[in-house]
């Protein structure tokens, strides 16, 4: 593949090549998560706490075990030799009122991804991650190209760094034959897109499905789809220790994509648990995290403890806000007073769909008896609530019976 000229002759045969080597991929990653027959490993079931969760990826000795200690206060062993940190450490990082939660993970070695140095586990755990926080060490970076191998890791078990999901429908059916269609010019996938895709799908034994491209997509991003099983992750890259090069490196590396320079030690962008400083700033950009100020009516809004949403979560609208509060207000929701960057006169009367912004004030207003009694689900709702009363009742009077025989 790497021999063969890119031009739209030969773009359909590296396409079918593409599927079949991610296919192959697949197949081989799934065996090796199936043979294994050791015992379960401790340490990398970790609760998931706070309002988002930060995985810290790297090679061993590059400072994470430190940068964890000074993000979260959490006191992780630390030494000067590799491997230090066996198992997933959780933390908790407080900024701006919110609570994420940060893993400081055992260091990877090229071949994590095909299990060396427990690498599975590792990738696991940033999988189920909202970002990923990946912390290298600028003095070995220039000859190691350890930012590439990383990268190369996290793409082969399917992990989509600082990428969105194609706008690409794909639904398998049972019959019906293929089905492709697109709004919009298929520039990338050759003179013949639909061919293309046949091929793909024919690779995977897929006959009978519906394909609706809504952007010009790459063979890799038509290969995502079909798989199904990608993940997009935001990234940031941390390089520590840039107290042991030059400043011209410096220069270079903090001009990289998605990265940050600093130094763990000599307190470069990186603080106390307790400070504001880039990094922290870094995160809570990447991580889409805003906080929302609820307010009763006739009452001062609740400052001292904002309802903190995600973009990668639940999302940033007024439905996101109900149902981190209560499902039941989600059910009586009437309508919203906004105040803040998204209202456009304050307060603003609003929808349920109404995206928020940071520091945006918010009052819920429910529904009226009168409007309740209209909805047609009422009547199975107020039976439901006759039904756990009467539940709830009974059970009480058993167990005051049991106590009495007693």
């Given amino acids: 593949m790497a021999r063969t000229q890119k031009n739209k002759a030969t773009n359909y045969h590296l396409g079918t090549l593409k599927a079949k080597l991610a296919k192959l991929r697949n197949e081989l990653l799934i065996e090796q998560s199936g043979g294994g027959g050791g015992g379960p490993s401790e340490g990398f079931d970790v609760a998931r706490l706070g309002d988002a969760r930060v995985a810290l990826i790297g090679f061993p000795s590059v400072g994470k075990s430190t940068l964890q200690c000074k993000l979260t206060g959490t006191e992780s062993e630390a030494a000067a030799y590799e491997f230090t940190t066996l198992t997933c450490i959780p933390g908790t990082m407080h900024y701006k009122g919110s609570k994420v939660q940060v893993l400081d993970l055992p260091g990877i070695i090229e071949g994590a991804a095909h299990g060396k140095g427990r690498g599975k586990e590792v990738i696991a755990c940033a999988r189920n991650a ?199 207000m989600l059910r009586d929701f009437n309508f919203a007073m906004v105040w803040g960057k998204s209202a456009k006169h304050s307060p603003q009367r609003c929808g349920i769909n109404h995206p928020l912004e940071d520091e945006d004030v918010v009052q819920i207003v429910t529904k009226t008896n009168a409007q309740q009694r209209q909805d047609k689900n009422y009547q199975a709702l107020v039976q439901g609530f006759s039904d756990k009363y009467h539940k709830k009742k009974a059970e009480a009077r058993k167990k005051k019976q049991g106590k009495l025989r007693r």
Wanted: hydrophobic letters at 35%; one cysteine or more.
């Fill in 130 to 328: 909202d970002a990923i926080l990946i912390v290298l060490d600028a003095g070995k970076e220039g000859l190691n190209r350890h930012r590439e191998i990383l990268e190369t890791e996290l793409e082969t078990v399917g992990i989509r760094l600082n990428q969105r999901p194609p706008d690409v429908t794909f639904n398998k059916k049972t019959t019906g034959g293929v089905r492709f269609s697109s709004t919009v010019p298929l520039t990338k996938l050759g003179p013949d897109p639909e061919k293309l895709a046949l091929q793909i799908m024919r690779e995977y034994r897929i006959t009978s499905a519906d394909l609706l491209a809504r952007e010009d997509i790459t063979v890799d991003q038509l290969v995502d789809v079909i798989v199904g099983n990608r993940v997009y992750k935001p990234c940031c890259y941390f390089y520590n220790k840039i107290d042991t090069i030059t400043i011209e490196e410096v220069d270079q590396l903090a001009r990289m994509p998605h990265s940050l320079v600093g130094s763990v030690h000599k307190r470069f962008n990186v603080g106390e648990p307790d400070e504001d400083d880039a990094l922290k700033a870094m995160i809570w950009r990447y991580l889409g995290l805003t906080r929302i100020y609820t307010k009763r009516k006739g009452q001062h809004p609740d400052l001292a403890e904002p309802v903190v949403l995600s973009a990668i979560r639940k999302g940033t609208s007024v439905r996101a806000l109900c149902q981190n509060i209560s499902t039941q």
